[in-house]
């Protein structure tokens, strides 16, 4: 195999940590994105919880679609958790919020 050949093809970590990232990371954070939606949308419990779960299916697809159209990789896992601690904090903030009214 050429070298240039060899630069220009993705390693098999590469890609293995990119399904990672994508299988792993993106079922977190869109439950966590669901939990925060469920959380924050106005209107009836019921429905914001069922309007949040089926938000959650297309984030999941949007969140696969987007690790594999990024190059950098650690703009993948950085941007992943950075996602998931966002919406866990804020899942958490909203929990605390909604208990002490």
């Known amino acids: ?3 240039a050949k060899r630069l220009r ?8 940590s990119r399904v990672v990232a994508a299988a ?3 079922y977190i954070l869109s439950n ?3 939990v925060f ?4 949308l106005p209107g009836d419990k019921v429905e914001g919880v069922a309007t949040a779960i089926l938000l959650s299916f297309a984030l999941f697809t949007a969140i696969i679609m987007w690790v594999f159209s990024v190059k950098r990789l ?3 896992w950085f941007g992943l ?5 966002f919406t866990a904090a ?3 903030l909203l929990l605390r919020l909604e208990s002490t009214v």
């Open 9 to 16: 093809s993705p390693g098999r970590w590469h890609i293995t």
């Open 90 to 92: 804020g899942s958490w």
């Open 32 to 34: 966590t994105a669901s």
């Open 81 to 85: 958790l950075g996602a998931i601690l």
């Open 37 to 40: 939606l469920g959380l924050a």
């Open 24 to 26: 792993i990371l993106g």
């Open 1 to 3: 195999m050429s070298d």
């Open 74 to 76: 650690s703009t993948v």
